[in-house]
Structure formats: structure tokens, C-alpha cells
């Protein structure tokens, strides 16, 4: 192989390290390397490519021995493969969402903010938080105690939409009904077990809609 070929080699395994944001020293653990030989594979110097530890090195780096090599352009992962074979498979783009804590199904519960806590779930979700909930006042709404409820951040939701709900700095999850005629909040739960919360007239005003539930997230069991 001309050195040409090498340092194009060795500049692939480098991009790739460098997205990863992987140090030197932690690929050549991965590849049973010394760091100083990484690097002499990524500045070209391995005059011979052996392609077990060029598929050793796809493997550390979460791409495929044909990028490496350069018999792709792209950096495709293996598991593209899987979304190339079966058309109703496809790759899920993640981002993090904010857990503001817990939120009660029942009785409410004391607001919990916990910023320092994310949930990573798919980028398509079109939430701004979410909240773990507790109880079961809305398990026929397919909402379990433990469940992640992610919620758009909203003042108003209309009638028959369930929303995250503080009353007096506490929060429950419960689904609207209001009667504007009437000046007549109604919480409803999802389970004929638990009462509806009912509030009018000046009973409103310690009531703050945090925002619409527009998606769940519960654990396999």
C-alpha cells in the first residue's frame, strides 16, 4: 500500500476519533494499542494495514472497516445496515429533556423542580419538559405510576386535553374541562376510583397550567 493511501487512511480513523471526542489514549485501550502507535496509524506512518485491527478500529470508532479504508465516503454506522434492510425500521434522533420532578396521578403532590435531571427520548417529541408521574388516577389514559410525561409549555389547553396542573405550588396531571359560562374548572382523573377536583370563582386563582401532556414514556417491563 503507497503512503498516499495510508495517510488517507489515518485521516479517516482521526475525523472519526475527533467526532467522537474520543482521546488518543482511550481508542488505543479499545484496540489494544499504545497511544503513540494510534497516532502513528492516523499520521500514516503503518506502512502495512492489517484488516483486523482496521475492523478493530471501525468497531472502537462506531463505524464501518469500508469507511475506513475509503471504500465509502460516508461515515455509516453497522447498525444503518438494519434501517437499509427493513423499510419499517428506522433511526430515532434523541435529544434531552428537562425533569422538573415528580407530578401526582391522585392527590397532588409538591412541585419538585429537579434541573439537573434529563430525559433523553426521541427529537420529534414537540415538549419543552417533563415529569415523572405518581399515582394511578390516570392509568385509563394508559398513564402508570412511573411513567415519563413529557408537556408542552402552555397556559391554556382546551377542553378534554390532560395537563400538567400546580395548585397552591403543588402538581397533579389531570384532564381539563372548563366552563367558561360558569367560571368552572373541572380536574378529571382517568380512574372512577378518584373524585373529580372542582374549582369556581375565586378558586381559580391558585390554579396555574404548567402546559398539555402530549406524550409518555414508560419503562419495558
Not at 434531552?96 to 430525559?119: H, M, N, T, W
Not at 427529537?123 to 415519563?148: H, Q, T, V, W
Amino acid at each position: 500500500m503507497d503512503k498516499k493511501f495510508n495517510k488517507e487512511v489515518g485521516l479517516r480513523i482521526y475525523n472519526a476519533r475527533k467526532s467522537l471526542n474520543m482521546p488518543r489514549v482511550e481508542l488505543g485501550e479499545k484496540v489494544g494499542l499504545h497511544e503513540t502507535t494510534v497516532k502513528r496509524y492516523e499520521d500514516g506512518e503503518i506502512k502495512s494495514l492489517d484488516i483486523d485491527r482496521i475492523t478493530l478500529f471501525a468497531k472502537a470508532l462506531n463505524t464501518t472497516p469500508a469507511y475506513l479504508m475509503g471504500w465509502e465516503d460516508e461515515q455509516r454506522k453497522p447498525q444503518d445496515d438494519i434501517f437499509n434492510k427493513y423499510d419499517n425500521i428506522q433511526p430515532i434522533e434523541l435529544k434531552k429533556f428537562p425533569l422538573l420532578g415528580e407530578i401526582a396521578c391522585g392527590q397532588p403532590i409538591f412541585c419538585d423542580e429537579d434541573r439537573e435531571s434529563y430525559v433523553v427520548a426521541g427529537a420529534e417529541i414537540p415538549a419543552d419538559f417533563c415529569l415523572k408521574a405518581k399515582g394511578d388516577s390516570m392509568i385509563n389514559a394508559r398513564i402508570l405510576d412511573g411513567d415519563i410525561v413529557f408537556i408542552k409549555r402552555q397556559s391554556i389547553v382546551d377542553n378534554g386535553e390532560i395537563a400538567a396542573v400546580i395548585i397552591d405550588n403543588e402538581a397533579t396531571l389531570k384532564r381539563i374541562t372548563y366552563y367558561k359560562d360558569k367560571n368552572i374548572l373541572i380536574l378529571k382523573p382517568e380512574n372512577p376510583k378518584y373524585n373529580d377536583l372542582v374549582y369556581t370563582g375565586n378558586e381559580l386563582d391558585k390554579i396555574n397550567i404548567l402546559g398539555k401532556a402530549i406524550a409518555f414514556q414508560s419503562d419495558v417491563k
